[in-house]
């Protein structure tokens, strides 16, 4: 009997070893390996935001990119690029805000009257501590800007 169960293991094993060498062949791997390094891809880049060099307001652009996360995270990560590029830049520097921030913008906020908020109040403040966290990585290369103390009794 126990002849025949390792056969039986064998031939087992042997239909396991073809089906893994034609499932390595059929390229349905890569698919699934490309498939796992994307998600992977998406998510290290799920708090990124964006900056073009040489624009000429990226305070506004890091809003904009902000407001339309689908989730808060209490830090962005900051990578330029430049207008025709699609390559994902390296990690630049990193921008903390508040809950209350995020909330603010990503409730209130539509893209088209985004400058309003930013003209009195807290929304100033932040603009300008967002535009010296940007001007100061241009002028010194700084690795972190915290701009969290605006908005946080804002629910």
């Given amino acids: 009997m126990s002849d025949k169960a390792g ?17 390595l062949g059929s390229g349905e791997a890569d698919e699934w390996v490309d498939e796992k390094d994307s998600q992977n891809r998406q998510e290290n880049i799920a708090n990124d935001i964006f900056l073009e060099k040489n624009f000429q307001d990226n305070t506004l652009l890091f809003l904009g990119q902000m407001k339309n996360k689908e989730r808060y995270y209490d830090s962005y990560d900051i990578r330029f690029t430049s207008n ?12 903390s805000i508040s809950q209350g921030a995020y909330n603010f913008f990503n409730g209130n ?6 400058k ?10 932040f603009y300008e501590c967002l535009k010296t966290c940007i001007d100061r990585y241009e002028a010194n290369n700084g690795s972190f800007c915290d701009c969290s103390v605006y908005f946080l009794s804002y629910k």
């Fill in 84 to 95: 025709n590029s699609e390559e994902i830049g390296d990690i630049e520097f990193t921008i």
């Fill in 109 to 114: 906020v539509t893209d088209k009257n985004i």
């Fill in 7 to 23: 056969k039986l293991v064998g031939l087992i094993l042997l239909f396991a070893v073809i089906i893994l060498i034609y499932w």
């Fill in 116 to 125: 309003n908020p930013i003209s009195i109040g807290q929304g100033k403040d």
